[in-house]
């Protein structure tokens, strides 16, 4: 089999596995959602109460975020992110998304303290950044302060 400049067809291309602590982030998100879509389903169903937004809200965003950290526990391994940012991804990544659902849309709305309310884009910004410079690494954008220095620092 040919190969196009000498080059070996898969060089360069993104070498899925698993990342097991996102892996673990990405199953608490999703249980956090599906825990917060329950007690609306359940209070609805058995109690006949109106289904509070901050608990639809929370449901969609939790298990969106849960998807999106799948994604980046499956690509992560092949990607060359520095210590530091796999870290931070990491921490974000288990932290945020319940975070966001008990210290800011739980806490404004259901127990009426307004400076949760501040808290609620902080960590969703905190998250986004992750992602997107996971996202980043991955498409093969340079970015030189989130890269490691040795690319066989991957794991």
């Known amino acids: 089999m040919g190969t196009a400049g000498g080059r070996h067809p898969t060089e360069g291309a993104i ?28 209070g ?5 109460l109106i289904v509070p937004e901050w608990i639809k809200t929370g449901h969609a965003h939790a298990s969106w975020w849960a998807v999106l950290i799948l994604i980046a526990a499956v690509i992560v391994p092949s990607l060359p992110l ?6 931070y991804l990491l921490a974000t990544a288990l932290l ?4 966001w659902i008990v210290l800011g849309m739980y806490a ?9 309310k501040y808290l609620m884009p902080v960590f969703e910004t905190l998250l986004f950044i992750a992602l997107l410079g996971t996202a980043l690494v991955a498409a093969g954008v340079k970015l030189p302060f989130m890269r490691a ?7």
Do not use: D
Not at 108 to 116: C, D, M, R, S, T
Not at 149 to 155: A, D, T, W
């Open 15 to 42: 070498r899925l596995g698993l990342n097991i602590p996102l892996f673990v982030a990405s199953t608490i998100a999703i249980g956090v959602g599906t825990l917060t879509g329950m007690i609306g389903v359940w």
């Open 108 to 116: 404004y709305y259901e127990l009426g303290i307004v400076p949760a």
């Open 82 to 87: 520095a210590s530091w940012f796999r870290k």
């Open 44 to 48: 609805y169903t058995a109690q006949r």
């Open 149 to 155: 220095l040795h690319p066989r620092n991957r794991g």
């Open 96 to 99: 945020c998304p319940t975070a």
